[in-house]
């Protein structure tokens, strides 16, 4: 059973340019969630996503981010214009979504580097 | 507001030793709380979770410790071993949501030397 997927897991963009970050959840997975985290500190929650639907952006920047999770194919996330403050690691999580389930399983990470 | 902190940034210890990584957080409603472990170009790994009607569990060579009089939490590990050094985060549950928005902690990085 593979875990959760993401890609690519290193991304260099220049300033201005668009960077999309895509994550399969685990078999059987249909909630993702996504956080950043920034050098030598810990995750931070930006948003949470049901199959197409967003349940829970308020982590999100409100300009030129935005995620989706279709109905097939996996999450993406979409950082518009990227400046050098965007550089981090992305880190997709899942859960299956039943009950009161607050165990999420993490991917391995997108690092994104803007230069 | 809601935060969660860690008293330690480092902790270093001989291989063998037991290990303790604290955790202090602010919001009361948190009715949850996990640790997870961290290496290098990874992303975080679940090590064990405890509810807020606890005050103990115990894994599998670690165990959580709850004191929600002083809103502190702990992560023992026995016996700590090289394969444990990674960064350590300590994440809560706010509560009010049927879903994990989890809040997580700044980390401490643990080293085991041999």
């Known amino acids: 059973n593979a875990g959760v997927m993401q890609n690519p897991r290193h991304l260099v963009r220049r300033r201005g340019q668009e960077a999309r970050l895509r994550c399969s959840p685990m078999?059987?997975?249909?909630?993702v969630y996504w956080y950043r985290q920034l050098p030598e500190e810990g995750l931070k929650f930006m948003v949470y996503?049901?199959?197409?639907?967003?349940?829970?952006e308020s982590g999100m920047p409100k300009e030129r981010f935005s995620a989706e999770f279709p109905k097939e194919g996996p999450s993406i996330l979409r950082i518009q214009q990227v400046v050098r403050g965007d550089s981090a690691a992305y880190f997709c999580?899942?859960?299956?979504?039943?009950?009161?389930?607050?165990?999420?399983?993490f991917g391995p990470g997108t690092r994104l580097t803007v230069t | 507001g809601e935060s969660v902190g860690l008293h330690l940034p480092t902790l270093s210890v001989q291989e063998g030793d037991n290990s303790i990584i604290n955790c202090a957080y602010s919001?009361?409603?948190?009715?949850?709380f996990i640790w997870y472990k961290q290496e290098s170009g990874k992303g975080p790994q679940f090590i064990i979770d405890?509810?807020?009607?606890?005050d103990k569990r115990q894994g599998q060579r670690v165990t959580v410790l709850l004191n929600k009089t002083v809103k502190h939490l702990s992560l023992q590990i026995a016996a700590t071993q090289p394969g444990d050094s990674a960064v350590y985060f300590c994440?809560?549950?706010?509560?009010?949501?049927?879903?994990?928005?989890?809040?997580f902690g700044q980390g401490t990085i643990l080293t085991v030397h041999p």
């Open positions: 996503l049901q199959k197409e639907n967003i349940i829970d």
């Open positions: 999580a899942s859960s299956p979504g039943t009950g009161h389930s607050y165990e999420q399983y």
């Open positions: 994440a809560e549950n706010a509560g009010g949501t049927s879903y994990g928005k989890l809040t």
């Open positions: 078999k059987g997975h249909s909630h």
């Open positions: 405890i509810r807020s009607n606890m």
């Open positions: 919001n009361s409603a948190s009715d949850y």
